[in-house]
């Protein structure tokens, strides 16, 4: 069965850091294109960023451009989140994602595949 799973959320201050992973298992994920959302409660999903498959191109939400940076390691099948500057209002649930179609297109409007369970992130001012 195919799964992701984050790894690496808590509690963090005011403009501190955090580096969320995803780890892969059950299928072979290293062709497919990755990608992070996050969720705030009484808020819609929000597209954090995508990679593409090979980790050579990436695209960000507004929200986290010069902040968040999206890198993944085809070796291991691991994707990582690196969040500097983080604020209270990134206080969210964070998932990643996958799917074999292309990261570039419209990522934070079309269906991914493959959801992890979530990792929460809280930043506290």
């Known amino acids: 069965q195919a799964q992701l799973v984050e790894s690496g959320g808590g509690l963090v201050q005011d403009g501190g850091s955090l580096r969320l992973s995803c780890a892969a298992s059950g299928r072979n994920f290293a062709g497919y294109a990755k990608a992070w959302f996050r969720q705030a409660p009484g808020k819609e999903r929000e597209f954090i960023g995508a990679?593409?498959?090979?980790?050579?191109?990436?695209w960000y939400g507004d929200s986290v451009k010069g902040r968040f940076t999206i890198s993944r390691y085809n070796v291991n099948d691991t994707t990582t989140l690196q969040m500097n500057e983080l604020r209270p209002e990134d206080t969210a649930i964070y998932y990643c994602a996958a799917r074999q179609r292309g990261a570039a297109i419209r990522p934070a409007e079309t269906p991914w595949d493959y959801w992890g369970q979530g990792t929460q992130v809280t930043v506290s001012s």
């Open positions: 990679v593409n498959w090979s980790g050579e191109r990436t």
